[in-house]
């Protein structure tokens, strides 16, 4: 008999929680579903050989020669879904934001040059991430666009943040779908940890595969020329995230003093935080490429199972 009235929210609520409880007894039917691999990517549009000015090309190199590896190994591993964790989406005051939206598009324009990318958004993952995320005690909203603008034809907007990585990691045939979340600066960093522990069950009990990508460019007071000028503050925040991804300690974030990241200008923390509370002690990290081409810096790392 088919569910009516007020008792369908409770019955289709109910039924989450039975499939996240069996999830965490290891009793999962669901098939090759949950994370396959994650990265830390950067968002600088420099990245992306089209938007490049010329002098920038050498020095940008490493980093767009790491995010055409990171881009191989999505490839190979096939998720259905790409999750990406940015701080440049929709801003929510005291909660963490999921798109729900039915697609997003963006587009950059950087020297004189113009890209744009549109991605389906995965609905079904992202009620089931709010619904994980709530249940961990994590404040979440979904952001959309109005129905009605969106029966006709209207996407929510995509921010650099996720743009610039899914260019890399989005682009092949067929392309994934996305879930576009925003960490919140007014939560404290441990319910950043349990917000990507939440994320991590919802894709477990999703039943295809999923990547998760934290988006994520690190300290921004390197140059004296830039627009947060210089603080050896970045130099310390950017050395330490290196050794941490290199020593797979980033449950080491933790102990940051947020004056320090504040003073380093950093934009990566809250967005690391979550993807240490996601990935478990059965994940490896490889450090793929580290530099500072302007005045701030640029990491790639990828994270893949233990075999």
């Known amino acids: 008999m088919a569910a009516s009235g007020a008792a369908a929210p409770v019955i289709l609520f109910l039924g989450m929680v039975q499939r996240l409880t069996r999830e965490a007894r290891g009793d999962s039917r669901e098939g090759r579903g949950g994370l396959v691999i994650a990265a830390i990517a950067p968002h600088g549009g420099m990245v992306i050989d089209e938007l490049c000015p010329p002098d920038l090309t050498d020095r940008v190199k490493a980093v767009r020669v790491a995010m055409e590896e990171m881009g191989h190994r999505f490839a190979a591993a096939a998720p259905r879904t790409i999750v990406v964790v940015t701080p440049h989406h929709v801003h929510v005051p005291g909660a963490i934001a999921v798109a729900t939206a039915s697609a997003a598009a963006g587009e950059i324009e950087e020297n004189h040059r113009r890209v744009r990318l549109r991605c389906p958004i995965d609905r079904r993952l992202a009620d089931t991430m709010l619904t994980t995320l709530r249940l961990a005690g994590v404040s979440a909203v979904g952001v959309g666009v109005d129905p009605e603008a969106e029966a006709a034809g209207a996407d929510l907007p995509m921010d650099w943040g996720t743009l610039v990585p899914l260019w890399f990691l989005a682009r092949d045939e067929p392309a994934p779908e996305v879930v576009i979340v925003s960490p919140s600066p ?89 993807l240490h509370g996601a990935l478990g002690p059965g994940w490896r990290g490889r450090l793929l490429a580290y530099d500072v081409p302007t005045y701030f810096g640029m990491l790639c790392a990828l994270y893949e199972p233990i075999p």
């Open 186 to 274: 007014e939560l404290p960093p441990s319910e950043h940890v349990r917000a990507g522990a939440a994320i991590a069950r919802a894709a477990a009990v999703h039943g295809h595969p999923v990547a998760l990508v934290a988006s994520a460019d690190q300290g921004h007071a390197h140059d004296p020329g830039g627009p947060y000028g210089f603080h050896p503050a970045s130099r310390e925040y950017d050395q330490l995230v290196v050794r941490l991804v290199e020593q797979d300690r980033l449950r080491a974030l933790l102990l940051l003093d947020p004056a320090m990241v504040e003073r380093a200008k950093a934009d990566s923390w809250l967005q690391l935080l979550m």
